[in-house]
C-alpha cells in the first residue's frame, strides 16, 4: 500500500537551438490500499494528466504534391502554426492506460490521421481503477475500469468526452514480475476513424502491473 505523486515538465525554445519551441507538463497520481478486513484484495486507483502547447512558428506552405505554393509577389506563403513534434505529442490507449483499445488509438477524431492512424495530441487525461485479489499461490485476478482521452490542443480538453474500458485479468507472479493477462472491452459506441473500425474487445499481455 502506498501512494505516489509525480510532476515533470519539459520546456524547448528556439533560442537555445530547438527546431522547435513547446512546454508539457505531466502530472500522475496514484494510490494503493489494502483493504482491513480482506488482506488479499487491493484496492488501486490512478489520475494522469499531460497538458502542452507549441510555440508560435511561420511554416512554408506546399501544395499536396510537395510544390511550394507562391504569392502574388512570386515568394511562397507561409502559416503561422502552433505544433509540438510527433515524438512529444500524447497518446493513449492499451495495457498500461485505457485497456479495451489498441496501442495509442484513444482520442478525439483530429488527433487521427485519414488513414486511422494515431497522430497524437496535446492534451490526455488517463484515469484508472482496479481491484487486485490473490487467489491461490502466485495467482491472482483483477478486475478494472479505465478511462481517457487525447485532444488535438488543450482548449478542447473535456472531460465530458472521456472514452471508457473495462475487463478483468489474470496475474501471475512470476520471478521476472507479474505477467499480466487483461481482456477488456469498450464502453459506449464505437467509432470509425478513415477506413477503421474499432473492436469491441482487446487482449493484453504483458509484464508488469498496469500502473
Excluded at 510555440?55 to 502574388?72: A, K, S, Y
Excluded at 478525439?108 to 491461490?136: C, K, Q, Y
Excluded at 482548449?155 to 481482456?183: E, T
Aim: hydrophobic content about 40%; proline content about 6%; glycine content about 16%.
Amino acid at each position: 500500500q502506498g501512494s505516489l505523486i509525480g510532476l515533470n515538465g519539459e520546456l524547448a525554445l528556439r533560442a537555445i537551438g530547438s527546431e522547435v519551441g513547446f512546454a508539457k507538463t505531466f502530472l500522475q497520481a496514484f494510490v494503493y490500499r489494502q483493504l482491513p478486513a480482506r488482506p488479499r484484495v487491493i484496492l488501486a486507483a490512478g489520475a494522469r494528466l499531460g497538458l502542452g502547447t507549441g510555440f508560435p512558428r511561420d511554416v512554408p506552405l506546399t501544395t499536396p504534391d510537395g510544390e511550394p505554393i507562391l504569392g502574388p509577389d512570386g515568394t511562397q506563403l507561409t502559416a503561422k502554426v502552433r505544433d509540438i513534434p510527433a515524438s512529444e505529442r500524447y497518446f493513449a490507449g492499451g495495457d498500461t492506460t485505457v485497456r479495451g483499445f489498441q496501442l495509442d488509438h484513444v482520442g478525439e477524431p483530429d488527433t487521427f490521421d485519414s488513414d486511422g492512424t494515431p497522430i497524437g495530441g496535446h492534451a490526455e487525461i488517463v484515469l484508472n481503477g482496479e481491484v487486485r485479489m490473490a487467489v491461490w499461490k502466485d495467482l491472482g485476478v483483477v478486475g478494472f475500469l479505465d478511462a481517457g482521452n487525447v485532444y488535438s490542443t488543450v482548449n478542447n480538453f473535456s472531460l465530458g468526452s472521456l472514452r471508457a474500458g473495462a475487463g478483468v485479468g489474470l496475474r501471475y507472479n512470476s520471478p521476472v514480475g507479474p505477467i499480466r493477462f487483461d481482456f477488456g472491452w469498450k464502453l459506449g459506441t464505437l467509432r470509425v476513424y478513415g477506413p477503421v473500425r474499432e473492436d469491441r474487445f482487446a487482449l493484453h499481455i504483458s509484464i508488469g502491473q498496469a500502473f
